[in-house]
């Protein structure tokens, strides 16, 4: 028994998936090194340690591929039947950051602080979403998708969004509802449900921002890319300074270290949510083309991996984690360059921030381990 539980073992790893893996830690890498660009400079006039992003990070990633391959190691079917659990915890984790235990900061409540280090559980509440709902299907294969079983899909992906909106974070509840969207697309719902079902979350958001929910900032940012001139000194003035970094950037770049925004901190939270201007000034179009790319085979990857899982499981599974990589990766950048409202959501495993990254990580972790017991 146990040489055909090796053989079979290493059968499964002949299709581990090594350009998806390679694609992502060389992003990663590339994050760090971003990361460090964004914050050395500063820290030098602060009097800090120049590597203290670059240190933090290089231990997230580090961390990240582990947990990506602990994952990848156990059969997405047994994670499957962990999905509920996993559900409850994060809820869990979302009510008690509301409470006191939970650190508040910049108008928003959002994180544990856990000696130096922070936890955020709405980087994970999309992940969880994405297994609970790929196990409720799974487990409701044989059925034919009712009334009924699409409302307690919509409570399960619903009660979590509004803690994360409660906190507030609109940005990041955007992101579950477009993995929600793209697994409900994948489940086969009719058509007229998804589109009243679109009306109603457009309500939603009119009445998010109209009751008063959001921080007044928090407000102008959102919608500051529609009129960025009428509020360069003050909401708009992210997004000005972002465009000019990336302008400045021309086609070659300014080259590592060597740009003046990125290096005189004009672009704010940098190496967080607008760490793709460092990528435009110092490594310019080419480079920044090239990352779009990455992250494009990225997605494509993903993406034939779901087309290929031979059960529900599998499919949502791969399904939710495309959902959660292509918007994540559109609202980022697009909100660098003015297309798209600005939220605070990290650019995939670029931004800086060690709870996003193990996120992601875990994501991918998902998608190889479908991709190696689905093979072609």
Not at 195 to 219: D, E, N, R, T
Not at 233 to 254: C, D, E, M, P, R
Request: with cysteine; hydrophobic share 55%; glycine share 10%.
């Amino acid at each position: 028994m146990l040489v055909d539980r090796s053989k079979g073992w290493r059968q499964t790893l002949l299709h581990f998936d090594f350009t998806l893996f390679a694609v992502t830690v060389s992003t990663a890498f590339l994050g760090v090194i971003m990361v460090y660009s964004a914050t050395r400079e500063k820290l030098i006039l602060a009097g800090l340690n120049r590597y203290s992003y670059l240190e933090h990070q290089a231990v997230y990633v580090l961390i990240g591929i582990v947990v990506m391959f602990v994952i990848v190691t156990i059969d997405y079917h047994q994670l499957g039947n962990l999905g509920f659990l996993a559900y409850g915890a994060i809820v869990m984790a979302l009510l008690g950051v509301l409470t006191p235990i939970g650190k508040r900061a910049l108008g928003s409540q959002r994180w544990y602080q856990l000696g130096p280090v922070q936890f955020q559980p709405s980087e994970f509440a999309a992940l969880a979403i994405i297994l609970a709902i790929a196990a409720y299907l799974q487990a409701h294969q044989d059925e034919e998708l009712d009334a009924k079983m699409l409302v307690k899909i919509l409570v399960m992906a619903g009660f979590p969004m509004l803690l994360v909106i409660k906190q507030p974070d609109i940005g990041t509840a955007l992101v579950m509802g477009s993995v929600l969207l793209t697994m409900l697309v994948l489940a086969k719902v009719p058509l007229k449900w998804l589109a009243v079902l679109f009306l109603l979350g457009a309500l939603a958001i009119v009445a998010i921002l109209s009751l008063g929910i959001l921080q007044k900032y928090q407000l102008q940012r959102l919608t500051s890319f529609v009129n960025p001139k009428t509020s360069a000194l003050q909401a708009g003035y992210n997004l000005a300074q972002s465009k000019i970094a990336i302008g400045s950037g021309g086609l070659f770049g300014t080259g590592i270290f060597h740009g003046p925004q990125t290096n005189l901190s004009y672009v704010p939270e940098q190496q967080t949510d607008f760490i793709f201007t460092a990528v435009g000034e110092q490594l310019g179009f080419v480079g920044a083309g090239g990352l779009l790319l990455a992250y494009a085979y990225m997605v494509w990857r993903v993406w034939c991996i779901m087309k290929r899982a031979k059960d529900p499981l599998g499919r949502m599974l791969a399904g939710g984690v495309l959902g959660l990589l292509a918007f994540s990766i559109f609202q980022n950048a697009g909100m660098t360059m003015g297309i798209m409202p600005i939220t605070g959501i990290p650019l995939p495993f670029m931004s800086y921030g060690g709870s996003a990254v193990l996120a992601f990580f875990a994501s991918i972790g998902l998608v190889l381990n479908v991709g190696m017991r689905n093979p072609k």
